[in-house]
């Protein structure tokens, strides 16, 4: 085997810690939900998505998800319950609504991100020396490649 190419094993492990590292992120995020908003994880990711993508429809969105479109109907009419997202008819397919974000949720997303950024970067000075910091930011950047869609 040579020195630059892992083995089976090793690639297995790193991708065991991988998943179990982002489901437990995950799930430490979730508990800090903001109880103003009350909005769940995938709700939050929804308004995401419509955020990244304005003018996607519930179709597009349950296509995005891989999920049938009367599986992502929920999240969006909570969103538009909130008043998180607005909806507008498409000029030429008048069936089709176009989702956007609004100001309330934009709102929602800044306060979400700030939430989280106060609780991660909390954690990671407590438990990490500037150096160590350092290191974790060069390798986090090298996995940003696993995000990448072909």
Known sequence: ???NKPDDATTADLARELAEFSLGLS???RQE???STALSMMAVSVLFSVYENPGITTAELARQYRMAPQ???PWVVELLTKEMISRTSDDRDRRAHRLAVTDLGRASLAEERERHMATLTSNINQHFPLKDQTRLL???REL???LQTT
């Open 138 to 140: 060069e390798a986090v």
């Open 27 to 29: 799930r430490a995020l």
């Open 144 to 146: 940003k490649v696993l």
């Open 33 to 35: 939900q903001n109880p």
């Open 71 to 73: 599986s992502m109907r």
């Open 1 to 3: 085997m040579s020195k």
